[in-house]
């Protein structure tokens, strides 16, 4: 009853149309049952709480160095780049400034690591791709500040852009699950049968842009 009396002031919960079924819901009699509505009408807005699944991620960082066979390096030449937040002008971090050595290091890597992702069924990339999700929503807070300084967008168009980062994860996670062959009528011909197949190629190497960083990157990682 507390409850119900706070939500038509909308002091616990400022929802227009949950404060609406709520007060409808107070009993007219005493066989009415205002808690099982209530409770039904406070789950439309309360989204549950989800397993802590991501080790810490470090975006508090003066260096970023590169990310090779699954570790940081440097630049092999040692080069570095200074960072600078186009707001103040002010240097913000410094990260390794990778030149063709740096590029073929990776590339290598990833040809090592090839033939294990090629065979992995599609339940295991679903898998991967869905943890990955797991913890950029997890880190959001951190990545959205970092961009903010990195690029001088304002804060709040990236809190709303890359708070849509992870479901391009989970939709090419759903993609992978579900997919399917395809039987293409090619030529008419009753006496041959023609199937398309998708299959990975190989490497890639993708090339980012500085003002979207983390959103253009996942658009290209996630269908990988």
């Not at 186009?86 to 002010?90: K, L, M, N, V």
């Not at 990339?125 to 990955?132: D, E, I, N």
């Not at 699950?177 to 293409?184: A, F, I, K, N």
């Given at each position: 009853r507390e409850v119900a009396a706070a939500i038509r002031t909308r002091s616990v919960f400022p929802f227009g149309r949950l404060a609406t079924f709520a007060a409808r819901a107070q009993p007219h009699t005493p066989r009415a049952r205002p808690k099982n509505m209530l409770r039904r009408a406070i789950t439309l807005h309360v989204r549950p709480a989800r397993p802590h699944c991501r080790r810490e991620l470090s975006t508090n960082r003066a260096h970023w160095p590169l990310w090779i066979d699954n570790a940081h390096h440097e630049a092999i030449g040692g080069a570095t780049l200074d960072i600078e937040d186009?707001?103040?002008?002010?240097t913000?971090?410094?990260?390794?400034?990778?030149?063709?050595?740096?590029?073929?290091?990776a590339v290598k890597s990833g040809q090592n690591a090839w033939a294990g992702w090629r065979q992995a069924g599609v339940k295991q990339?679903?898998?991967?791709?869905?943890?990955?999700a797991a913890l950029l929503r997890d880190a959001l807070p951190e990545l959205v500040d970092l961009e903010t300084k990195h690029t001088g967008r304002p804060k709040r168009e990236y809190a709303a852009q890359l708070g849509r980062v992870p479901e391009w994860y989970e939709y090419h996670a759903a993609?992978?699950?579900?997919?399917?062959?395809?039987?293409?009528p090619l030529g008419g011909d009753p006496d041959h049968l023609a199937i398309v197949r998708r299959e990975p190629l190989g490497v890639c190497g993708l090339i980012t842009p500085f003002n979207h960083p983390l959103l253009i990157a996942s658009k290209k990682l996630a269908p990988c």
């Open positions: 186009p707001a103040t002008g002010e913000v971090a410094t990260c390794a400034a990778a030149d063709a050595a740096d590029v073929d290091a990339r679903g898998a991967v791709l869905r943890k990955a993609l992978a699950e579900t997919s399917e062959g395809r039987v293409p």
